[in-house]
C-alpha cells in the first residue's frame, strides 16, 4: 500500500490542504460511454458479470475526471443472488428479487461460503482493475450493509420506508436476526475476497440506515457493520474502512468508535460546519454534496463545493457527495465541482 495515494492519507487520519475526491456512482447513466458500454453488455446485471466491461466503465471516469480513487463496478444486490434469491433489474425501475417472508424462503438461502461461486467475475474485475488503474488512484471495493440488503430481500423491491423489512424484524426477531447473521458472515466472505483480488479500501453502504431508530439502530446498523470491520480488521490488519449511515443524523457521531471504521460517509441531510465539530473530530469524514447541484451546477454548485471543503480543512476529509450522482446531471458539472475542489 502507498502511502502516497491521497485517499490513503486521509483514511488514516491525516488533513490535507486539497481533499481528495471521489464520487458515488461516478460510473453511471450520465456518461454517455457508459450507457454504450451497458448497451454492448446487454444489460446491467451482465455489465456487473462481464469482467473486461465492468472493469472499462469502472476506469471510465477515472479516464475522463483523473478521480483520486475507482470504485468497483459492481451492485449491493449481487450478494442477495449468490446466496440464492431470485434478482432482476426492471429497466426504469429498479431491482426485483424474490421475497424473503418465511423460515422456508430463509432455509433455501445458500451458506455464506457458497457466495463465491456466483461472485468470482466480480473478483477477476478487481484484478483487472488493480492492475489498470493509474498507480496513484486507490480501488475500492464495497458491499450492502445487512440492513440494506435486507430491506430489499424482504420486500423483492427498493420501497419508501422499508415497511416490509421493519414488519419483519418486529412480528418475527429470530427470523429477522438470521437473516442479518447470514447477510453479516456472506458480506466478510465478499469483502475478503475483493481484498484478496486488490481492493485497497472497502465501503459499506447502509443506504437505509436513517430508518432505524433507537435500539434497532444498535442492533441492525451498528453491530452488523462493527462485526463486518471486525473480521476484516482481523484478517487484513491496517485495511481502512468507510461506513455509510445514511440518514443516520444524530447518530453520525460515535458511529466510527462504535463500529471501528476509519472514516463516515455524511449524507447531504447533514450540515458540515456541524459534522466538522461533532463528527469529524472522531476520524476521517467523506461527503457530502448534495447530487442535485450537479444537474443544476452554476454559482451554487460551487459555493455549496467550497463550503465543504472549508468546513472539513481543519481535518481528514475525502470530498464526495452525499449519495449517488444521477443519471440527469450533466457531465460539465462535474468538471466545475473539481476545479472548485483542487482551486478552493
Ligand atoms: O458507485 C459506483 O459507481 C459503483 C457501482 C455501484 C452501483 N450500485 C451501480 C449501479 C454501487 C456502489 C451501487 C450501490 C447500490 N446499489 C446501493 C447503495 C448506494 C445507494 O445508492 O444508496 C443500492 C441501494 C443499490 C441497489 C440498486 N442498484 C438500486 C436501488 C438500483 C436502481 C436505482 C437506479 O439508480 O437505477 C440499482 C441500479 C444500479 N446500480 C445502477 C448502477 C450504475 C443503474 C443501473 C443501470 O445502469 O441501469
Redesign the pocket.
Known sequence: MSETKTILKSLAGEAQPVPPIWM??????YLPEYRET?AKAGD?LSLCYNPELAAEVTLQPIRRYGFDAS???????LLPQALGADLW?V?GE??RLSTLTTEAEFDALKPAEAVHETLNPVYETVRILSRELPAETTLIG?A?APW?VAT?MVAGR?TPDQGPAHALKNENPALFRRLIDRLTDGTIEYLAAQVEAGAEVVKI?D?WAGSLSGEDFDTYALEPCRKITAALKARYPGLPVIGFP?GAGERYVGFAKATGVDCVALDQGVDPDWAAREVQPEGCVQGNLDPSHLVTGGEALERETRRIVEAFRGGPHIFNLG??ITPDADPENVHRMIAAVRGA
Open positions: 458515488m456512482r461516478q460510473a453511471g447513466r451497458r446491467f470504485i468497483l463496478f459492481a451492485d449491493i444486490l433489474f429497466t429498479g431491482p464495497f450492502g440494506t430489499y427498493g453502504f443506504s445514511r449519495h449517488g
